[in-house]
């Protein structure tokens, strides 16, 4: 039987006086990371074979960073039920006097009793076909400068995805996130097009940037812009 190519932990972690979902997902990887998920929960990734003593040092020296991750997920869980943000239109979250769940043009209204979970999740579900339909006119506004590198338009696929905006697959699949419909329209065209020029360069070196520049010739600033919102909305 052959080694394994990864495997998955679940643990608690103490942070702040307060017990914590650790996930532990070792990989082929070089070097460890962590994450604070959208829920709150510690996503670790280790290498294959790392020490436990490693991974446990590891943790406590970024014990400072968590604590500051999750005070500010909660500030911004709770500005997400007084604010949301949809193609950089700000709604205001109101409570509904029918207790029910709809969207307006200014507002979201939602139940009483509800959380952020509540409301994160309803959105996501209330959004996935608009971000499918808006995702795909983005996709076919730019296929006829695109299409000189592929026999095929790749097949959209929306995705809830922690780490990236988007992502283009080999198999001819164009991934990307739901997030993306909390951006201004701008930056959501700016991560189709970057998925988009990986049909001629699957890396970043210079003929992608030439090609992004081709294509956008601000693609810089417009990448400032989504890096600095990144942390807000993933």
């Known amino acids: 039987m052959g080694a394994r190519t990864s495997y998955q932990q679940q643990m608690s972690l103490e942070i702040a006086g307060e017990s914590v979902p650790l996930r532990i997902s070792a990989t082929r990887r070089k070097s460890m990371r962590l994450q604070i998920t959208e829920q709150g929960e510690v996503d670790l990734r280790?290498?294959?074979g790392c020490a436990k003593t490693d991974v446990?040092?590891?943790v406590k020296a970024n014990e400072g960073w968590l604590i500051q991750q999750r005070q500010q997920l909660k500030q911004r869980q709770q500005q997400q039920l007084q604010h949301y943000s949809i193609l950089g239109k700000t709604l205001t979250v109101q409570h509904s006097a029918l207790d029910e769940f709809l969207v307006t043009d200014e507002v979201i209204w939602i139940p009483?009793?509800?959380q952020h979970s509540d409301l994160r999740d309803r959105m996501d579900q209330w959004l996935r076909p608009q971000a499918r339909a808006y995702y795909q006119q983005l996709i076919d506004q730019w296929w006829p400068f695109f299409q000189r590198f592929a026999v095929q338009q790749p097949i959209l696929r929306v995705k809830k995805m922690r780490t990236r905006w988007g992502s283009l697959s080999q198999r001819g699949?164009?991934?990307l996130n739901l997030a993306l419909m909390q951006l201004p329209p701008d930056l959501v065209e700016l991560v189709v097009v970057h998925e988009l020029c990986h049909l001629k360069h699957f890396d970043h070196g210079a003929g992608f940037?030439?090609?992004m520049s081709e294509a956008l010739p601000d693609w810089r600033s417009r990448e400032r812009q989504l890096q600095a919102l990144s942390s807000r909305v993933m």
Do not use: E, R, T
């Open 112 to 114: 009483q009793q509800w």
């Open 56 to 58: 446990l040092a590891f």
């Open 209 to 211: 940037k030439a090609l």
């Open 46 to 48: 280790i290498p294959l």
């Open 173 to 175: 699949y164009i991934n």
